[in-house]
């Protein structure tokens, strides 16, 4: 509400809310209130949603090639809150507080909260209807790019609301190399299901990697690898990582 009320305020508000941007990182959904962006054409947003439980340097790689390759305005990362398949998590505070650090410097990452303030689960499909709201009740027309990786592919059409998810118009998939997967166009419309074949997807050239946050975690957890995973974080993750003693195994009595 404050801030709506400073975007209201025409030269004046802009000024306090560049004071503030100071010390703060407000995220996208405060942002559009006070940024002008281009209307004469569709927006080119890519999405990369997640657990990040952590964000580590794949999720910024993919980010920063689609970017590139997909022409994008920018990339928005957005938190899972309450994720309904997952459990075990680490505070979302805290979670979207390292993609906060870890997008930090790159004018073209931006970050969002909308699915951590949002009560209950966080599903996939409400997410894109609220971006596109968040766009378009500002005058902006959107086409949102949703990254996933090749081994999500098999699990489409078990989202929910999958078919609405993969009907033209509410997004386009960007699918990029996972686990050294076949990344070929035959192997990805081989592995869609039968019922979103027809989706519009993309093949990212980005590097592969097996690295994923469940490695992260388990390499922090150990005493012996736990150095190891130092280099598959952000810097700044890593500082929030042990400033909060995150993923340590407990030690028992």
């Known amino acids: 509400m404050f801030f709506r ?35 004469h054409k569709p927006l080119r947003i890519g999405l990369s949603m997640g657990t990040f439980n952590p964000i580590h340097l794949w999720h910024l790689q993919v980010a920063q090639c689609g970017w590139v390759k997909m022409m994008l305005d920018f990339v928005i990362f957005i938190v899972n809150g309450n994720p309904p398949h997952k459990e075990g998590v680490v505070d979302a505070r805290l979670r979207y507080k390292m993609v ?16 951590i303030d949002r009560d209950g689960p966080s599903y996939t499909v409400d997410t894109l209807r609220q971006m596109h709201h968040l766009f378009e009740s500002r005058g902006y027309k959107v086409d949102l790019y949703l990254f996933i990786g090749m081994d999500n592919v098999d699990g489409l059409e078990k989202w929910k ?45 980005s590097p592969d990697s097996d690295v994923s946050s469940t490695l992260v975690r388990e390499w922090i957890a150990s005493e012996v690898d736990a150095p190891c995973a130092d280099y598959l974080v952000p810097n700044a993750v890593r500082k929030i990582i042990a400033k909060y003693k995150l993923y340590r195994r407990t030690k028992s009595a």
């Not at 400073?6 to 941007?21: E, P």
Request: hydrophobic share 45%.
């Open 5 to 39: 009320i400073l975007s209201k305020l025409g030269s004046l508000g802009r000024l306090v809310f560049c004071i503030y941007c100071v010390f703060a990182d407000p995220p996208i959904e405060v942002l559009l209130d006070f940024i002008d962006l281009p209307k």
């Open 100 to 115: 906060k650090e870890a997008v930090k410097g790159n004018p073209r990452f931006r970050h969002s909260r909308i699915e």
């Open 161 to 205: 609301e999958a078919p609405e998810i993969l009907a033209p118009g509410l997004c386009k998939l960007v699918i990029a190399p996972r686990y050294q997967a076949m990344m070929t166009a035959d192997a990805i419309q081989a592995h869609l299901p039968n019922r979103v074949k027809d989706v519009d997807w993309f093949l990212l050239k």
